[in-house]
């Protein structure tokens, strides 16, 4: 997927010739090209949303009728953890990754990413990691069965031994996310080009500048959380058997500081591909830069203030209650500023409805109702009832499917011409749209009924009154898994070839892709090179 300038091959044949560097395989496995890399975290993050789709699709067949049928309650309870962590871990952050190692030294006018072999190192002890994840699915004990969030007394007592692999795998991933990170910050503190100033940065740059300071910040709790289960469970320790003096609500409070700002970890970089995107087919400056930016950085930090939302019914003081409720609602706050940038950057705009725009527009929408969801949960009486129930699954995937999930897909359609100089099929990408939207929304909005019914998450079988929804919720999750091999043959189609893209695909935008609100002089440095 890597595109270079006529300049830039010329000087990597020269580097081949003179250094015997290797070809081939081994160029993908050394290389140090921040094109390159970006384009191996994209792949492997497209193989990892495969797999744990794959994943989703036996959760969806055993429970599109009640009575056990096609899976033992154990593999369901595994399927059920490995897909989400391989969606949060394997799917959605690499995605991000891969765009930022592949768009940030472009937009910022830096030749490379700051720390090239680590950069190189991050990646590739990826595949280590979910191979340890995915072969412990194979071993004896089967694998990790707690549920992504993984659970005290559950994962130190009744979980298989192959916890340690789970263990370890959780390791590598953050050792990984914590290095990508590191080379973000210091990528865009010490290479932006001479007057690109920090309120001259393209949106996407900030987003993912912020997310980088989240991921320094909770990764090492992650880690805390991941070593304390194993030492529980394998080394006698009792950090949270309440038996031996710990406390098994302490492994929530410290599992949650990690998750609550990881789930913003995974949407912050949505909202600046949504930045750059919206304005583009608008053809307008994006409203409210400035206030962009601060609500980005304003929900980073309310993040930090927000984890015991997640636990209203493990018995808080009521003040710890309110206290956590009303931070919750307020995050609402510039979530909602940017929604309306947004709409105010399209209001009276001359737009057109290319694939990217559609999947921005879906993206604006469905987050939104999401979003609403999210007040609703944050309402602590309320969360009596919702907690432990569909309503909490139908909430968090239409955050991260809808959300998540749609800007990446935006992204690649938005930015495949400049990765491969080729134009994309417009034809099969707005059949991958509109396929893609109509059964996420089958597959999740009646979720919000069931819980609301009260059928709980996480349990293979269910009561009969619960049936005629969950088949209309498989069939809408089959059909939104079928719709993704559109896409697969898309980019595979684009890649090998086809239509030459122009310099600037997006007739119109005048480069505005590429830029922020501030007009000419600023595009010299942030428009990539042409793609010859």
Not at 379 to 402: K, R
Not at 504 to 527: D, R, V
């Amino acid at each position: 997927m890597s595109t270079m300038t006529h300049e830039q091959t010329t000087d990597h044949e020269h580097h081949d010739e003179h250094h015997g560097a290797p070809k081939g395989l081994m160029r993908w496995v050394l290389t140090t090209n921040h094109k390159d890399i970006g384009s191996l975290y994209l792949w492997f993050s497209f193989l990892m949303f495969l797999t744990g789709g794959a994943m989703a699709m036996v959760i969806r067949a055993e429970l599109f009728q009640p009575g056990l049928q096609l899976v033992e309650p154990n593999f369901f309870n595994q399927m059920t953890t490995v897909h989400g962590l391989i969606m949060v871990f394997g799917a959605v952050m690499p995605a991000f990754t891969g765009l930022a190692n592949w768009l940030i030294p472009m937009m910022i006018g830096a030749p490379d990413m700051a720390l090239p072999r680590m950069n190189n190192w991050s990646f590739w002890i990826l595949p280590f990691a979910f191979s340890l994840l995915i072969g412990s699915l194979f071993m004896e004990g089967g694998g990790p069965n707690f549920g992504w969030t993984f659970y005290a007394p559950l994962s130190t007592t009744y979980s298989p031994d192959t916890t340690a692999l789970f263990v370890f795998a959780v390791h590598i991933m953050g050792i990984s996310s914590i290095m990508g990170a590191i080379n973000v910050i210091v990528t865009i503190v010490n290479m932006r080009a001479p007057g690109m100033t920090w309120m001259k940065l393209p949106l996407f740059v900030w987003t993912w500048l912020i997310t980088a300071f989240l991921l320094i910040a909770v990764m090492p709790v992650l880690a805390g959380a991941v070593t304390m289960v194993l030492t529980d469970k394998f080394f006698g320790t009792s950090f949270f058997d309440a038996a031996g003096g710990g406390d098994p609500v302490m492994f929530q409070h410290i599992f949650w500081f990690f998750g609550h700002p990881e789930v913003y970890i995974m949407i912050l970089p949505s909202f600046g591909i949504i930045s750059a995107i919206v304005p583009a087919f608008s053809r307008k400056p994006l409203f409210g830069y400035a206030s962009m930016v601060y609500a980005t950085a304003s929900i980073a930090i309310l993040s930090f203030l927000v984890w015991a939302h997640h636990m209203f019914t493990t018995g808080m003081p009521v003040f710890a209650e309110l206290f956590f409720m009303y931070c919750t609602m307020l995050i609402a706050v510039p979530t909602g500023v940017k929604v309306f940038n947004w709409v105010a950057t399209m209001w009276r705009g001359a737009m057109t409805f290319e694939t990217p725009m559609l999947f921005s527009l879906a993206f604006i929408i469905l987050f939104t109702i999401g979003g609403f969801s999210g007040l609703m949960l944050a309402i602590t009486p309320a969360d009596f009832q919702y907690h432990d129930t569909y309503f909490v699954v139908a909430h968090f995937h239409y955050v991260l499917v809808s959300g998540a999930v749609f800007s990446i897909m935006a992204a690649a359609y938005y930015w495949l011409p400049k990765w491969t100089g080729y134009m994309y099929d417009e034809t099969l990408g707005k059949w991958h749209f509109w396929c893609s939207v109509v059964s996420v929304n089958i597959l999740f909005f009646p979720m919000h009924f069931l819980g609301l019914a009260g059928m709980p998450r996480r349990i293979p079988d269910y009561a009969i009154q619960f049936a005629d929804v969950n088949q209309i919720v498989s069939i809408g999750g089959f059909a939104f898994g079928l719709s993704q091999l559109i896409f697969l043959y898309l980019v595979i189609k684009c890649v090998r070839g086809g239509d030459k893209a122009p310099a600037k695909p997006w007739e119109g935008s005048e480069g505005l892709e590429w830029t922020i609100a501030s007009p000419a002089p600023y595009h010299s440095f942030t428009t990539p090179p042409e793609v010859k």
